[in-house]
């Protein structure tokens, strides 16, 4: 019964983004026909088009991206860090097709499904981190950033490189205590070499060539594997990562009771903003700007000036 209050509650909560997702409309008027302004996404899934305001849209991402019961700060992070991205890819246009942005979106039904009895509570957080950073953006000298983040490091985040130079490694011993930051997984020699097998544009590799031909090359600074040779292919930490469904691209890989075994630091790429570091810091008291400016050197988090 609590159960099925709580998603009642949800439904009244939610009618707005729910209503505007499938008919483009609130009260019946259509967003074009009023003249609407500000950024918008258009909704083009399932043969459907129409708008919705990129405020509203935002809950709907932050749902897919971070887990709803992190600290508020944390969650405002991920706010300022969803709208840099959107606008990133939208430029100097007021819409874009939600198709073109790659990124999770989940709805009412899915989201009551998910969280039951905690669903108006959970998107009510997530739709308060949207509207209090309302237009907020990251820049990096006056342009906006690619904001990367995963959710929980090595240890250390990742420096960037070219083209990336707010890229900068930050410190996150906290991340090693977060749940999965250690993982194991073992796979029989015959169908770890298929998987190696199935990388595009990869070399080849037996059952009978393991462990003996498979030596990392490179890692960088943070322990991430950047480059590693496994038969007669080289390849990245993430390509391996992809074919063996690894939570991280820090890895070993080891040979225990005849199968090949890797073990996995952190989750995610480990570039940018440390979602566990990030929530732990906002129970320290940090706020999202000294969060963002934590995880992402020398920039400034400012109004979207294409939207206010």
């Given at each position: 019964?609590?159960?099925?209050t709580?998603?009642?509650?949800?439904?009244?909560?939610?009618?707005?983004?729910v209503?505007?997702?499938?008919?483009?409309?609130?009260e019946?008027?259509?967003?074009?026909e009023e003249?609407?302004?500000?950024?918008?996404?258009?909704?083009d899934?399932?043969?459907v088009?129409?708008?919705?305001?990129?405020?509203?849209?935002?809950?709907g991402?932050?749902?897919?991206?971070?887990?709803?019961?992190?600290?508020?700060?944390?969650?405002?992070?991920q706010?300022?860090?969803?709208?840099?991205y959107?606008?990133?890819?939208?430029?100097?246009?007021?819409?874009?097709p939600?198709?073109?942005?790659?990124?999770d979106?989940?709805?009412?039904?899915?989201?009551?499904s998910?969280?039951?009895e905690q669903a108006a509570?959970?998107?009510?957080?997530?739709?308060?981190?949207a509207?209090?950073?309302a237009?907020?953006?990251?820049?990096f000298?006056?342009?906006?950033?690619?904001?990367?983040f995963?959710?929980?490091?090595?240890?250390?985040?990742?420096?960037?490189?070219?083209?990336?130079?707010?890229?900068e490694?930050?410190?996150?011993?906290?991340?090693?205590?977060?749940?999965?930051?250690?993982?194991a997984?073992?796979?029989?020699?015959e169908?770890?070499?298929?998987r190696?097998?199935e990388?595009?544009g990869?070399?080849?590799v037996?059952a009978?060539?393991?462990?003996?031909?498979?030596?990392?090359?490179?890692?960088?600074e943070?322990?991430y594997v950047?480059?590693?040779?496994?038969?007669?292919g080289?390849?990245?930490?993430e390509?391996?990562?992809?074919a063996?469904g690894?939570?991280s691209?820090?890895?070993?890989?080891?040979?225990?009771?005849g199968?090949?075994?890797a073990?996995?630091?952190?989750i995610?790429?480990g570039?940018?903003?440390s979602?566990?570091?990030a929530?732990?810091?906002?129970?320290?008291?940090w706020?999202?700007?000294e969060?963002?400016?934590f995880f992402?050197?020398n920039?400034?988090?400012?109004?979207?000036r294409?939207?206010?």
């Amino acid at each position: 019964m609590k159960k099925l209050t709580a998603v009642l509650l949800f439904a009244l909560l939610f009618p707005y983004a729910v209503t505007l997702a499938w008919t483009g409309s609130v009260e019946g008027k259509n967003m074009r026909e009023e003249g609407w302004e500000g950024r918008k996404i258009l909704l083009d899934r399932g043969g459907v088009s129409a708008y919705m305001e990129l405020e509203e849209y935002l809950a709907g991402v932050l749902a897919a991206q971070i887990p709803a019961d992190y600290e508020e700060e944390a969650l405002k992070a991920q706010a300022i860090i969803a709208r840099t991205y959107i606008c990133s890819r939208m430029g100097e246009e007021m819409e874009i097709p939600e198709s073109a942005l790659d990124l999770d979106y989940l709805e009412g039904k899915q989201l009551a499904s998910l969280w039951g009895e905690q669903a108006a509570e959970n998107y009510g957080r997530l739709k308060n981190a949207a509207a209090q950073t309302a237009g907020q953006v990251i820049c990096f000298e006056g342009k906006l950033i690619e904001p990367l983040f995963h959710r929980a490091s090595a240890g250390q985040t990742r420096r960037g490189g070219d083209g990336y130079p707010y890229l900068e490694p930050a410190e996150c011993g906290e991340d090693l205590e977060a749940e999965g930051y250690l993982q194991a997984v073992s796979f029989e020699k015959e169908e770890f070499a298929e998987r190696i097998m199935e990388i595009s544009g990869g070399g080849r590799v037996t059952a009978q060539d393991l462990p003996g031909s498979v030596q990392v090359l490179r890692t960088d600074e943070a322990g991430y594997v950047e480059e590693i040779q496994i038969g007669t292919g080289t390849y990245t930490g993430e390509e391996v990562q992809a074919a063996l469904g690894l939570a991280s691209p820090c890895f070993e890989l080891e040979e225990l009771d005849g199968k090949i075994r890797a073990v996995t630091k952190g989750i995610g790429h480990g570039y940018g903003l440390s979602q566990y570091t990030a929530g732990r810091k906002a129970k320290e008291g940090w706020t999202a700007e000294e969060i963002l400016c934590f995880f992402y050197k020398n920039v400034t988090v400012e109004k979207d000036r294409e939207n206010y």
